[in-house]
């Protein structure tokens, strides 16, 4: 009875804390959007991407009764993952004019679309933040194993590789871009001759990573799987490289034949046959 009472209490501990999570999330979505209404921008969407996953996380430290080193490590990468990224979006559309794809739902919508903005753009995307953070909520009131099992080390790995993609892939891509002799051309060199979209790659391999450390929490962790899950069917099908290659083929000439020889998302090795 007193084990069933604890976990009783651990549970509704948790709902409590996702509870304050996505209600955070959404207010800060209501509050950008308006943000964006204001510069008649959604763009600015994609800066606060990142920073939603680091309210989620913030909120699980501070109402977690059971502070471990596995969640403030977590924590603290998805931190540096939103301020990387966050800066990378908005260093990449200052100045320039609302996304293309912003751009097509303004022009379907009409009058009515700053207010479907609201909830198809912004609230949507601080619902999908909050779903796709869970493991941060799991390894927070569910700590596992002791820091470290191999699983850690895994995900550690697997972080480490997705950050290096991310990163290197982003800026390759603005190198390429900021040489005005490149305009039209298709990037295939470096990372980008493996994968058509590194930096995607990167950022799915990283949640994955976070999804390995729930793993040290045993057969709960498999609770969360859908995050990872989630996050993939995302960039690859959803907001990410379907959509943004729907333009590109549109844009550069060579892009079909880029696709033929090269994998969108999973990167080809290059010593294989």
Not at 145 to 173: M, N, S, Y
């Amino acid at each position: 009875m007193i084990a069933i009472g604890l976990s009783a209490v651990w549970v509704m501990r948790m709902v409590s804390a996702a509870g304050i999570s996505i209600s955070a999330t959404l207010i800060g979505a209501v509050l950008v959007w308006g943000v964006s209404v204001k510069l008649r921008d959604t763009s600015i969407v994609d800066i606060a991407w990142g920073p939603a996953f680091v309210v989620c996380g913030v909120v699980y430290l501070v109402m977690t009764p059971d502070l471990s080193l596995r969640s403030i490590l977590v924590t603290s990468l998805v931190f540096g993952w939103a301020v990387r990224l966050s800066s990378h979006i908005y260093q990449a559309n200052k100045n320039k004019p609302e996304d293309v794809r912003y751009q097509a739902f303004r022009a379907n919508s009409g009058a009515a679309y700053w207010w479907k903005s609201l909830y198809k753009v912004f609230m949507l995307q601080g619902l999908l933040a909050f779903l796709v953070s869970s493991p941060l909520l799991l390894i927070a009131f569910h700590p596992g194993a002791e820091f470290p099992t191999i699983f850690d080390l895994a995900a550690l790995a697997a972080w480490a590789i997705g950050a290096f993609f991310e990163f290197v892939g982003d800026r390759q891509l603005r190198a390429f871009k900021a040489d005005a002799s490149n305009k039209g051309k298709v990037l295939c060199s470096g990372l980008w001759a493996i994968t058509r979209h590194p930096n995607y790659f990167g950022e799915t391999l990283m949640w994955w990573g976070v999804y390995l450390f729930c793993l040290s929490s045993g057969w709960s962790g498999m609770l969360v799987l859908f995050s990872p899950i989630l996050m993939t069917v995302l960039v690859r099908w959803v907001s990410g490289v379907s959509m943004l290659e729907r333009i590109l083929i549109k844009t550069k000439p060579g892009y079909r034949d880029y696709m033929l020889t090269t994998p969108a998302l999973v990167p080809r090795i290059p010593w294989w046959k």
